[in-house]
């Protein structure tokens, strides 16, 4: 099933480089234009959950399902992804890093309040965005265990879904994300999910943003085949 990943929500300044253009800040009408090729073409956005109930337990998904997700905690986000997935009645999961909320330009509190309540996931991905597969010690506590304490002290529920930054991790990360109380976990396609525990290692896809609606929907033809 494709889960799609993205970042910044905003037009490109001089001072962006060529892979954040490409692939970490999407200008709103192109974000616009892939949501309405989504819809246009009869896909259907769930949350981790509902993959999650699919993956272990058989439950049926709607036809074309998507999971569309956000990661590190832009302000953009709210201000510009949580209306434009409203306005078309899709949902989507918020991989929430915690260290910059309430910062100028981030989420707050509040925004993650709203988003949860508007029928948004929220999601873990680490304190400051060190990667998963350099932990030691007291690393596991801090990246993994107090920002999943930290998100459902807001939003009160769970925290159960987590994204490694950078998609990067190792065999010894896997149990330590077990043991934070994560039920997934997502990489990126770049990698072979562990066949060991294959829920701790599901794909994502990094979303162009240079991709027309149809390039979107061209690249979702190419997963599936």
């Known amino acids: 099933m494709p889960v799609l990943c993205y970042h910044q929500l905003r037009d490109w300044t001089s001072a962006d480089g060529e892979y954040a253009r490409n692939l970490l ?5 192109v974000f616009r234009a892939q949501l309405d090729a989504l819809a246009d073409d009869g896909w259907n956005t769930i949350g981790p959950d509902d993959y999650y109930a699919h993956l272990t337990q058989g439950t049926a998904l709607p036809e074309k399902p998507i999971l569309l997700s956000f990661d590190d905690s ?31 330009d981030w989420l707050s509190a509040d925004d993650l309040k709203e988003m949860d309540a508007n029928g948004m996931t929220i999601a873990a991905h680490t304190w400051d965005h060190n990667r998963v597969d350099r932990y030691s010690g007291e690393d596991w506590r801090i990246q993994l265990e107090e920002p999943r304490e930290t998100l459902e002290g807001i939003i009160g529920k769970p925290v159960e879904h987590f994204a490694y930054p950078y998609g990067a991790w190792n065999d010894a990360a896997l149990p330590q ?15 072979t999910p562990s ?3 294959p829920l701790l290692t599901l794909e994502r896809s990094l979303v162009d943003s240079r991709w027309s609606g149809a390039q979107l929907l061209d690249h979702l033809a190419g997963l599936n085949g």
């Not at 994300?177 to 990698?191: E, F, H, K, M, P």
Request: proline share 9%; net charge positive; charged share 20%.
């Open 195 to 197: 066949p060991e525990m």
């Open 74 to 104: 832009q302000g953009t986000q709210k201000t510009e992804g949580l209306p434009q997935l409203l306005a078309r009645d899709m949902t989507a999961t918020f991989f929430a890093m915690t260290v910059p909320l309430g910062k100028k």
């Open 177 to 191: 994300v077990i043991s934070a109380g994560y039920t997934s976990a997502y990489q990126l396609r770049d990698r």
């Open 25 to 29: 800040i999407c200008p709103p009408a």
